[in-house]
């Protein structure tokens, strides 16, 4: 009897853990892992005044240098804009405003203007046009990739995306699509007068596309022979084109799909202002900038109507810096918000400094 | 799995992502891919998928459990063991009574007997009322061999109630399964969503309204663009001849944008809120806090969708016997003849008395006065009267085995066993009883009584009696019963000892002892004779019988000599009363809600300190009239079921509510549901029940969470509960611990998710104005398809599993932190409309800034001119760093080694499948579907100055505002005192 007695209160006494005693089943208990108990060793940061306060400072005073840098960088930075539309009855390209696509002979005009201060580091020449909406969702998609790369069979056969502008004629339009089809196609050049004799500036037509882009997106048609005019066969040019793809230009390497200014085109800008890159001015010596101050003159064949849609057309001048083009907002945004942060130091420390000291235990026991 | 597939789309948020995939098709519309929408419905439907299938297989294994038990029925007792056709039944599961009940069968039918040839004859018919949930009522009509006679509950053995002292019975089948008492007062089912659930899919209604009203102001712009600006721009953008109005193009544009604009109705967030609360479960079940080795039963989640809500419970409904109490009942004090005995174990550390004298001492039982054994040892008659009422007046039965020489009582209740154990103890042994006789050994002596008549006890009478002749032909009644009761019958000339003994009486009742008084009286041959006719003749009368016999009862219950009163302990479980302290600090209001009488369940209040004997004003409900009630500053309430019968819900609500501690006694298990509706109804308050049996199935399940205790009385509770575990005090580590890291983690993910999907999404809309509205995205498609799945969800995910804000410790010490839940502080409409604004002003920052720093500008080789493609990547990257990662990093409190991985590898992942993406070789392959070909290597390593520097100016734009919240959120905290101790 007393055994039995002591047995039993045994098993009661000690909650082992081992379960039922004799059970055949495995003890149910949870295992007793960090994972399982939430005990897993963790960081656990606190913001308190303390780390709060600091970083308020530093962000400020991290931010008001940075933002002056960017600011006199790009104030730094030689730009010159004109803009050609003729929208201005003064102007001299007002004759050409209501141009069509296809106008013979091309209507040009010249516009002289002064550079007050010498470029000089290689400048970029820039077309920029304004209102213009390369970035329309039917406009964007209105391409068709696998042709610009070269395929044959899509070259023959347009992606469905390019409608309306994938067959004229019963033929299909290389390259295709809304974007192709509406290619910036005004020629610009840049003359130095000097003592009333027109010198025409060096205009570098390559190097302005990406690297990727001229050599990995954009090839043209694979065949066994090198012309382009044969690889281009059966096809036809975009409706506004005067001249067909294969015939942009002279050089074979700058021709057909992987002509650079069409592959600048080609890649749609964000935003319904932009600039894209129409020719580079190289500086050819150390002794002199490669634009000097001075007179120089436009000459601009107009081909591009722009005034329908009340869009405008720019060229732009402008030298590059360390952090790119001509762009005040990011160095005033820089200036204003570490400024911000500053004040907010102050006025947080003054708070807590009155009222903060209430709490005199600001550390949390762990 | 098809099955599935189509409950899937029966889901109103996922028929709606189908439709938003049937727009896409339509080519004037779509402004995405297919496999935008496609890829991540797939990946949610997977993981429902799963997730169903996971919970299906575990309520097979549950239904299992059920179908194992044997199934019971509403039955007519037709015959038993037991002469007369008498039998004994336990209805814990029932009513939560532990105290025998009787039921007779008919006479006629009791004569069957055990003869299963005549019972299988038995050809009787039924009439009766329709299934109904009035356990204590039951009416009907036999008709058997052209005589009818008349049911009554007296006659019925319910589904739930346990056969005790009765070898064996023969029952009619009255009601089965549904129809069953106890399945009627099981309540309805309901399905249970928490009030996040609700305040979600109220959100979701809202932001798609807002959806709408974005999709309009866009379409509006965009006929208006179309009409002012497109119908100039054609010679560059044809239209296509199916688009030939602006307002028809408007209405095109509303369905694109709804498209692109939908990721703000996130996709993902039902099945992410899913995960989180599954692993939440997962960690309920794991918790050894909450596993219990006696029986080697962890805490189990049987609905795992109620987590957070656990964060925020107001009130708690508990049941008492087997939830608050062991139902293990021990002899604590006693009181004979004016003086106490029993000491508090735990004032004292004494040993306990010795009680190896005696051989058939029960081991278990402890005593710690000395004195009363003295007492004993010297002879004091009083004394010895008072343990031999004990041994004698009583139903209980004994079982000797004879190989161990062991007595084995076999009690109708706890309190009894106690008592006669006790006697047993200390040397007046009760042996054996036949229907004649009763033997107890008294002091090493065998002596036999004569058992004259058993004085039975009742409800109304509150008291039992046996009338004895000892061996030397002295005839005694021994009575024992409720005090108040008692003090009434006794001799004039016991007042002294009544004063004294109600004062001892008062002491034990204020430390939460459950008390009888006992009494006795000396009959003289003729008196009893006398009375023994009267009582023959209640016994034989026909109509009326119980109250005749009441009456003979009354008749010779008086006069009596008082011997003293017994205090038994109603063990508490282990933990219950620091438990109810810490909630009761939680702000959690606890009611007790009993099957039991008024005094047992005020005793437990008093025993785990919920009532206190400075508890001004014991205020009592038993009536059926609509009282006026005072409101004064009453601290507790205690009030019988039945007044809710009365017209007094709102009444009821409103003082019960006042009051500190609230004890509902004597409730049907349909009235505890009801209870817990009145409260949920006037209160709009998270409740929660907490049960072990049958009896608290209704409350349960009416209760926004259920919580089941896997104790003595079977599976039931369990089985209809949310959660169960072992034991009470559990409760506090679920709520205080599990609940509260639950609500936390919850209401930071859905405030992290909303941000980040408006910020995510709005930028669209700024876009909107710069591309003539024409419903063009922003990032590349690829990056929307996969932004919500691979790159944002893992590191949300972490944080919504594994957050902690306080850990285990200082969550349990500091109840006070539970608050803000109750609250519901920490997610509701104005946190949401907060998140919401600051994802509309990151959204603004994260457009507008790349637009002033790419406006009109050029990369720093003169080439990267502001091309859609190098605008897009910008924002996509600064909204990956800025929107998901530091802000995730800033949201996250608790930087776990897979909060780390998380994050760190999604940045990585994002930066795999932006330079994958942009490789050439992809390119090659697929120049349709991944045209976005470039240097991007040489882009990222030297990142462009412009938009790097856009990158670190946003984050620091559009974070200004969470140190500054946290600041200010801090300073604010230190000036409460309650969480001073904390931060």
């Known amino acids: 009897m007393a055994v039995n007695y002591n047995a039993k209160e045994e098993a009661d006494g000690h909650p082992s853990g081992v379960g039922v005693p004799g059970g055949a089943g495995k003890s149910r208990k949870p295992d007793n892992t960090a994972f399982k108990q939430q005990r897993l060793p963790a960081w656990q940061p606190i913001l308190t005044a303390g780390t709060v306060l600091p970083a308020f400072f530093i962000i400020g005073l991290i931010f008001i240098p940075i933002g002056i840098g960017i600011f006199v960088t790009s104030n730094n930075i030689r730009e010159y804009e004109i803009d050609y539309t003729g929208t201005d009855s003064s102007s001299p390209c007002n004759k050409c405003l209501n141009v069509s696509w296809n106008s ?263 | 799995m098809p099955v599935n597939l189509f409950e899937q789309f029966q889901r109103a948020a996922n028929a709606y992502f189908l439709f938003l995939l049937i727009l896409q098709l339509i080519p004037e519309i779509s402004s995405l891919s ?149 399945m009627q007062n099981s309540g309805r089912t309901k399905f249970k969503r928490t009030s996040i659930d609700r305040l979600m899919n109220t959100l979701v209604l809202w932001i798609f309204g807002f959806l709408v009203c974005m ?252 009338i004895v002749q000892t061996p030397d032909g002295q005839i005694k009644l021994y009575c024992k019963g409720a005090d108040t009761i008692l003090f009434e019958r006794l001799h004039p000339s016991n007042e002294e000892l009544m004063d004294l003994t109600s004062d001892h009486l008062e002491e034990f009742a204020g430390e939460g002892l459950r008390t009888l008084a006992l009494a006795y009286k000396n009959l003289t041959e003729e008196h009893f004779k006398e009375w023994f006719k009267i009582l023959q003749e209640a016994n034989t009368s026909l109509d009326s019988r119980n109250e005749h016999l009441a009456a003979a009862y009354e008749e010779i219950e008086k006069d009596m000599m008082l011997l003293g009163a017994t205090a038994i302990e109603d063990k508490l479980q282990e933990g219950v009363t620091e438990t109810i302290a810490s909630l009761s600090l939680a702000n959690i209001k606890i009611w007790v809600l009993t099957g039991d009488k008024q005094e047992t369940a005020m005793n437990i209040g008093y025993s785990c300190h919920m009532l206190t004997d400075t508890m001004n004003e014991i205020f009592i409900v038993a009536g059926h009239t609509v009282m006026k009630i005072q409101y004064s500053d009453r601290e507790y309430f205690v009030f019988q079921a039945h007044a809710l019968e009365a017209d007094l819900e709102n009444e009821f609500v409103e003082v019960a509510c006042m009051c500190k501690t609230v004890i509902c006694c004597r409730a049907t298990p349909l009235q505890k549901a009801q209870v817990v509706e009145l409260v949920k109804k006037h209160r709009k308050a998270v409740t929660l029940a907490i049960g072990d049996g049958a009896n608290d199935i209704s409350m349960i399940k009416s209760a926004h969470i259920g919580i089941g205790i896997s104790g003595e009385e079977g599976m039931q509770a369990v089985l209809a509960s949310d959660y169960s575990f072992a034991q009470f005090r559990y409760l506090k580590q679920l709520l205080l611990v599990h609940g509260r890291w639950s609500y936390f983690r919850m209401c930071k993910f859905l405030c992290y998710f909303f941000y980040k999907n408006f910020s995510f999404t709005l930028v669209h809309f700024w876009f909107g104005f710069f591309c003539g509205f024409s419903a063009q995205t922003v990032y590349d498609q690829w990056f929307i398809t996969l932004f919500n799945i691979v790159y944002a969800s893992l590191p949300v995910l972490a944080m919504g599993l594994f957050d902690q804000d306080v850990n285990e410790q200082n969550s349990m010490d500091y109840a006070k932190l539970y608050e803000p839940g109750q609250l519901n502080l920490l997610f509701n409409k104005r946190k949401f409309f907060i998140c919401i604004a600051h994802g509309v002003y990151t959204s603004f920052a994260l457009f507008f800034i790349p637009y002033g720093a790419f406006y009109n500008t050029a990369g720093e080789d003169g080439k990267h001119i502001a091309d859609y493609q190098s605008f897009a990547v910008t924002i996509l990257s600064i909204i990956c760093f800025v929107s998901f990662y530091l802000q995730i990093a800033l949201d996250t409190s608790y930087w776990t080694a897979i909060n780390r991985f998380f994050i760190l590898g999604s940045i990585a992942v994002y930066f795999a499948i932006l330079f994958a993406m942009h490789s050439d070789g992809i390119f090659v392959i697929f120049p349709n579907h991944f045209p976005f070909e470039s240097d991007m290597k040489k882009k990222i390593v030297v990142p462009p100055p412009s938009s790097h520097a856009a990158l670190v100016f946003i984050s620091a734009a559009t974070h200004l505002n969470p140190p500054l919240e946290s600041i200010l959120h801090f300073w604010i905290m230190s000036n409460f005192r309650c969480c001073q101790r904390i931060l």
């Open chain 1, 104 to 366: 013979t002979p091309p209507c040009t005009c010249t516009i002289n203007f002064t550079l007050d201060q010498p470029f000089e580091t290689n400048v970029f020449m820039y077309y920029g046009l304004s209102n213009f909406y390369q970035n329309h969702r039917r406009y964007v998609k209105s391409r068709d990739d696998s042709q610009l790369n070269g395929d044959n069979n899509s070259l023959l056969h347009p992606s469905k995306e390019c409608e309306p502008y994938s067959m004229s004629e019963n033929k299909p339009i290389a390259p295709c699509g809304a974007i192709a089809n509406s290619m910036f196609n005004d020629t610009l050049e840049l003359f130095r007068i000097d003592n009333e004799t027109r010198t025409p500036i060096t205009l570098n037509k390559k190097g302005i596309a990406w690297w990727t882009d001229k050599n990995v997106k954009f090839r043209n048609p694979s065949g066994n022979t090198n012309n382009l005019t044969a690889l281009f066969q059966g096809t036809t040019k975009p409706v506004n084109w005067p001249k067909p793809v294969y015939m942009l230009d002279s050089e074979t390497d700058n021709n057909g799909f992987i002509n650079e200014d069409f592959i600048v085109w080609m890649r749609t800008a964000a935003l319904p202002t932009f600039r894209k890159l129409y020719r580079l001015i190289e500086r050819k010596n150390n002794l002199q900038p490669t634009l000097q101050a001075g007179k120089y003159s436009l000459d601009i064949t107009y081909n591009y109507p722009v005034h329908s849609f009340d869009g405008r057309k720019r060229m732009i001048l402008s030298t590059i810096s360390w952090m790119g083009g001509k762009n005040p907002f990011l160095g005033i945004a820089y200036i204003t918000v570490g400024s911000i942060c500053f004040f907010l130091g102050v006025v947080l420390l003054v708070i807590h400094h009155k009222y903060g000291n209430r709490n005199t235990s600001a550390d949390i026991p762990n």
């Open chain 2, 34 to 182: 297919w496999f935008t929408t496609i890829v991540p419905l797939m990946m949610v439907f997977t993981i429902t998928a799963v997730k169903d299938a996971t919970d299906d297989c575990f309520r097979h294994k549950s239904d299992n459990q059920v179908n194992n038990r044997q199934a019971e029925a509403d039955l007519l007792l037709l015959s038993s063991s037991e002469p007369h056709g008498l039998c004994y039944i336990e209805t814990a599961e029932l009513d939560g009574e532990t105290n025998l009940k009787v039921r007779q069968a008919l006479p006629v039918t009791s004569e069957l007997g055990a003869d299963i040839r005549r019972l299988a004859e038995f050809d009787g018919v039924v009439v009766c009322e329709p299934p109904n949930n009035k356990l204590d009522k039951f009416t009907g009509v036999l008709f058997w061999k052209d005589n009818r006679y008349s049911l009554n509950n007296e006659k019925m053995l319910l589904r739930g109630c346990v056969l005790r002292n009765t070898g064996w019975c023969f029952g009619m089948v009255i009601f089965a399964g549904p129809d069953t008492k106890l």
């Open chain 2, 215 to 466: 999709g309009i102001i866009l379409a509006i712009g965009n006929s208006i663009w179309e009409q002012q600006v497109g119908a100039h721009f054609r010679i560059y953008l044809y239209w296509n001849e199916v688009v030939n109005s602006s307002v028809f193009s408007g209405f095109l544009t509303f369905w694109s944008y709804i498209i692109i604009l939908n990721s703000v109705v996130p996709i993902s967030l039902y099945v992410s809120v899913e995960v989180i609360r599954l692993g939440h479960s997962y960690f309920i079940n794991w918790d050894r806090k909450m596993y219990y080795p006696k029986k080697d039963t962890p805490a189990e989640v049987r609905t795992t969708t109620l987590n957070e809500e656990l964060g925020q419970i107001e009130y708690i409904f508990s049941d008492k016997t087997g939830t608050i109490t062991q139902n293990i009942m021990t002899f604590n004090k006693c009181s004979i003849n004016g003086k106490t005995y029993g000491k508090s174990v735990l004032i004292n550390k004494t040993v306990p008395v010795d009680f190896s004298f005696n051989p058939l001492a029960d081991r278990k039982f402890q005593f710690y006065d000395h004195s009363l054994i003295e007492s004993i040892k010297l002879g004091d008659s009083v004394v010895h009267e008072f343990f031999r009422l004990l041994s004698l007046c009583h139903t209980v039965i004994v079982w000797v085995f004879f190989l161990v020489g062991e007595l084995i009582y076999q009690v109708q209740s706890p309190d009894e066993g106690a008592l006669v154990t006790a006697a047993r103890n200390f040397g007046f042994i009760f042996k054996s009883r036949t229907p004649e006789t009763i033997t107890v050994e008294e002091m090493g002596k065998l002596v036999t009584y004569q058992l004259l008549a058993i004085l039975d006890f009742n409800n109304i009478r509150k008291r039992m009696s046996v």
